[in-house]
């Protein structure tokens, strides 16, 4: 029998640059709130993102290396490898500097849905006070200590060291077929110019 959760949708998010273990853990703690989670993909038009103060590098193109179709297929095989029903999960664009316009891409009700992030830093409470200010229903995870970093997996993957322990199987499997490595090292070489 599954447990009762308090409410019908549940919302994570992220940039998933890319999709680790440690956001599998989120995900899976997210979806403990609601019946149905929505897994937002932030940054998912690479062409408009914006500079975040509290977040100097998330608005980079070597932050940003994964486009929003590649980001999805790894989280939801991610999902699927997991176990997790794929009629409990839908993955969407979420707009991260606009919770005005969420409505249009996710349940926003604060009698049905609930918005999860777990805060690691002020960015993450930034965002927390962004959605509350827009009238949203969130709850936090604070305390936790930060143990895998999305920057830690691209720079392994940049100079050939070992990442497979920190991301899931499915992901490994995608890293190697868009060819991860070198799409890396092409922005890493692109923004070392733009820097001289």
Do not use: C
Not at 100 to 109: C, L, R
């Amino acid at each position: 029998m599954q447990p009762h959760k308090p409410y019908q949708y549940a919302i994570a998010h992220g940039r998933f640059q890319p999709f680790h273990n440690e956001h599998l853990a989120y995900l899976r703690w997210a979806h403990t709130f609601g019946t149905h989670l929505f897994i937002g993909i932030t940054n998912y038009d690479r062409t408009s993102i914006q500079k975040e103060i509290t977040s100097h590098h998330r608005h980079t193109a070597f932050a940003n290396p994964f486009s929003y179709w590649e980001r999805s297929a790894m989280i939801k095989d991610a999902l699927l490898e997991a176990g997790v029903d794929p009629t409990q999960f839908t993955i969407v664009a979420l707009p991260i500097h606009a919770p005005e316009k969420w409505s249009e891409f996710v349940p926003t009700d604060p009698n049905e849905s609930i918005h999860l992030l777990r805060v690691f830093s002020e960015w993450e409470q930034e965002k927390v006070n962004r959605l509350r200010l827009a009238g949203y229903k969130v709850a936090t995870e604070t305390g936790s200590p930060k143990l895998i970093s999305a920057s830690t997996i691209r720079e392994a993957l940049l100079y050939d060291q070992n990442y497979s322990a920190l991301v899931p199987p499915a992901v490994t499997i995608w890293l190697k077929r868009i060819n991860a490595k070198l799409r890396l090292e092409n922005l890493n070489a692109l923004e070392s110019q733009e820097q001289k």
